[in-house]
């Protein structure tokens, strides 16, 4: 199905007979997101493998209203373009065939940065009483699959969604996933997860489900439930309760997930699994199970409020001879999980991860837009050959977003970050992030 033609074409054409659609161009939205973005990953030891690159993104957002009736009708544009600033081949430099692109860029036939990449993506909507049905570009943010924005462009999926809030304090989603497009790319590639997603012989799917529901249960207490299953690798439920409580001059924020995931399809044989569609993880030599989903993965993180202060402390236990599964194309991806942060995610099979985090408004103090936030994870007993092993990595983000004026809302962010321990590379990055949106609409 080709959802990048077929919603506009539906949504034009029942819009064409609406003529007064008043209603499709009074509400109309668009605005131009610009962001300047620099990253720099130095990897301590590793020699030469330092990623440097630096970009301009432009993000045109257009959103429209709905024709009048019954029946509403709309479309929705998202337009992304990336130009490349900087870059070079010591600093982005990727065989094509361990990767998809460099840390910010597409790679060319040189292996080269791309000097720009860009997308077009169009959303058909329809939506009746308090429901809505969408066909196109979609961008979820939910337990099973949630896009990413990390870098200079955001990654986006193409597929349909459902969503409804007909019954009071409950809302249903539901829906269907086939391709992903990366946050360095322009085309749309198949989805997979971490063990089959090389990007040259890896195996993919094109058929992710996914449904589920949010109850609030009175004004602090919010209920989840999902499932997400992608065609040959894995199935998955997901339970989370949100709930805030009022103690004393602050509030308490608890933040409980459970995730049950276990094989589907062709990963839960040996045949299929011969033929690349295997999760990563640990087995023991000889298991017949090797590279099949088996992941229990449950968290708690804790967030009390005072004033101007916000303390957090979490913890997360990743039970399974698999790591956690999640929609992962190998070009960068987000797994719902509080320990996915600025360069680890803590999800190896057997890993156990502490977490603490400060954050600080300092609004209080005579600087409104000025945020800061301080992280630290320790993640333990990582199942690996050679015995078990451990990671840590360390956060600290400064945000500044200026409060009025002709440039209102333009945003600074510093972020660094640095990694360490003996499951995977020792990694120092730093981020610099110039953001604003302007409304044209």
Known sequence: MNYQSLPLAIALGLIAQQAGAAGFVEDSKA???????????????????TQEEWGQGFQFNYTSGYTEGTVGVGVDALGLLGVKLDSGKGRHYNPDSNKYSGTVFPTDSDGRAEDQ?????????????KTEA?????????????????????????GGQITSS??????????????????????????????????????FSNQFRFAGGDYKIGKDLLAQYYYGNLEDFYQQHFLG???????????LKSDLRYFHSSSDGKNGNAAGRAEGYKSSGYWEAGDANRGEVDNDTWSALFTYTLGSHALSAGYQQVEGDSAFPFLNQGDGATAYLITDRQIGKFLSSGERTWLAEYAYDFSKVGVPGLKAVATYLSGDNIQAA????????????????????????????????????????DQDENRLIISYSLPLL
């Open 31 to 49: 605005t131009l997101g610009l962001r300047n973005f620099y990253i720099n990953q130095d990897t301590r030891n590793q020699d030469a493998n």
């Open 117 to 129: 990449f860009s997308s077009l993506g169009l959303t058909g909507k329809v939506r009746l009483s």
């Open 134 to 158: 969408r066909l196109g570009t979609l961008q979820p943010k939910l337990p099973v699959v949630t896009f990413n924005d990390g870098r200079l462009l955001p990654q986006t999926f193409e």
């Open 166 to 203: 007909e019954i009071d304090n409950l809302t249903l989603i539901g829906g269907q996933l086939e391709h992903a497009k990366g946050r360095s790319s322009s085309s749309n590639e198949g989805l997979s997860i971490g063990g089959a997603n090389n990007a040259k012989t890896g195996q």
């Open 241 to 251: 309760l949100t709930h805030n409580w009022a103690i004393g001059p602050g509030a």
């Open 386 to 425: 050679g015995g078990e092993q451990k990671e840590w990595e360390r956060d600290f983000r400064l945000d500044y977003a200026l409060q009025d004026g002709p440039l209102k809302g333009l945003g600074f962010s510093w972020r660094n970050a640095s990694l360490r321990g003996n499951a995977a590379a």
